[in-house]
């Protein structure tokens, strides 16, 4: 009996593939502990149980997560992640894609087909796979997890003020609208976008046309699905959630405005990738802002601080950045100028613009 409990509450720790046995004892526990489970951990629950149970359940239609109008306002960014092409959407093509059922979007020229699912649009190289997974470094995989997303904006987030010196999300928010000033009425890609505390304070704003909030993690999405709706002021119809990876962004070349990652650069698998890719669709005078921390100061005098970065990045996926310089030579590498820095302790806010 304790071994099949701790299997069930496993799966707030480990959301990869079950058997569908392991989805209906699972059910079983929601139904009976459902008080205590949070929307956005029962969703991975529930959307797994209605694959593998759907005689025992009624389907209830959720909210379609892309209207008319949100469509219209991203056709223009959206593209095939794998070869860069625009997106045909089922409105489009009048719903007869030559492709799956379910299917929301398919690439005009591999033809690849993308879905819809019940919180937002999975633009993932292998979102729509059936056989064929991978498992991401754990910098990644942490986030992921269920409870994770549960708790980000439940201390976690607010713990990196106590180390790190990061002035919380609202100040960050101020401190980033100077740099995100010359590009405001455009569209805006909060990138890592976790549970999508930056994505609401931009739609609030009223500064953007259109918020993507873009995370590689279903548990952050769902989060951040929850979060909007409970959000009475927050204006709904500028803002849709995208799962996709940073490294393989499904948007055309030079036609997003700005770019944020909150946080996130550390937790990139390979911070070059994503910011090459970041520069490759960002319009000519697009923005770049990005925060992070730095090990510089007392931390330089570590003698062993390069050796053990190196260890952790290979253990863990996640880089420790060592100066401003380091992030500078970043985004100049990556086709980037005007690079600007604001610290407070290990904290730092980069900006960084696309040559015009
Ligand atoms: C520390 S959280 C930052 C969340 C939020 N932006 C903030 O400012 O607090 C890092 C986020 O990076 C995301 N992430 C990690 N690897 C990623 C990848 N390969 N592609 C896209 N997002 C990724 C995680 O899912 C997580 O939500």
Redesign the pocket.
Known sequence: MAASGMGNYSSLFFPGRLSNSDFRRRFFLLGSTSRFIPQSVKGVFAARVNAATSTALVETKPDPIMDEFKLESCKDILACPICHSPLISDVDSGSSLDSPAGTKFQCRTCRKAYFEKDTHIDLTITGGSQGYGET?PA??EL??LPLVSFL?ERGW?QS?NIWGGFPG?QKEFELMKDYLNPVSGGKIV??????G??SRLFAKSGLFSLVVA????EA?LRQCSEFIKQDEDLPKENIILVR????RLPFASGSVDAVH????LH???SPSA?VAEISRVLRPGGVFVA?TYILDGPFSYFPLLGPAREAIAQFSGSHIFLSNKELEDLCTTCGLVDFKVTRNRMFVMISTVKPQ
């Open positions: 991401r910098s990644t986030f992921r980000y987030r990196f999300a909060d990138a890592s976008c976790g549970s505390l930056f873009l995370d590689f993690s952050m996709a990876d940073i490294s990652a909150g946080a996130a937790c990139w698998p994503a925060t």
